[in-house]
Structure formats: structure tokens, C-alpha cells
């Protein structure tokens, strides 16, 4: 099964609206569907809910909440961190290239940095 995705608030919304004209068969929901400052704990156990791989910017905090969460709860679609310096356009074309390459089951309970 090809992976989904879920963006948490810090992502830049470019990057989800650029990766869905890019391949628009891609499942990739906006943090719009999350409540603002939604706790990263929470945040991952919607995305975990929903199996969707969680997209983040926020490369501070997340991975040490990531790690609590798969040792709390078992599993994790996998998580994937975006520096902010890396530009747009190449965050686009990653994701896209992993969507295209893999599938789901591979970034399960997975922290992933961008660029690979």
C-alpha cells in the first residue's frame, strides 16, 4: 500500500499544495484538519490513527516525542522531518520520489530526515 501523509502545523502549506499538483494521486491532508497548537503527542496519534506518515518541520521537539510515542503505543507510520532550509521545491520532489519508490509498511516506526 502506497503511503499517506499527514502535515503537522509547522510544515510550510507550499509543500503540501506543491507535492499535490506535482502527483496528485498522493494522499496528503494540510495541518488544516488539526486544531492549532495541538500537542505534538497528539498530533502524532492522529496521524498514527489515520496510518498516515507524519510531515513535520519542527525538528526540535518531534523526535524526541516520536520516540516516546512508538515506545508508549507500539507503531508508527514513521515520521518525517524537513529542515527549514531546505528548499520547497526539493521537499517536494523527496517526498514525491519516496511516495513513487516505496510503500508504506517500509517507514513504519521510521524517523526519517529529508534529504535522504
Known sequence: MKA?????????????????RREPSIDFLSARVLADK?????VLALAAADDRILVSHDVHTMPGHFADFVRSAGSSPGLFLIPQRLPVVESIEQIVL?????EAEEWRNTLVWLPL
Open 98 to 102: 519516496i511516495w513513487s519508490v516505496s
Open 38 to 42: 495541538t500537542p505534538d503527542p497528539i
Open 4 to 20: 499517506r501523509f499527514q502535515a503537522d502545523a509547522s510544515l510550510r502549506a507550499a509543500i503540501v499544495s506543491g507535492v499535490r
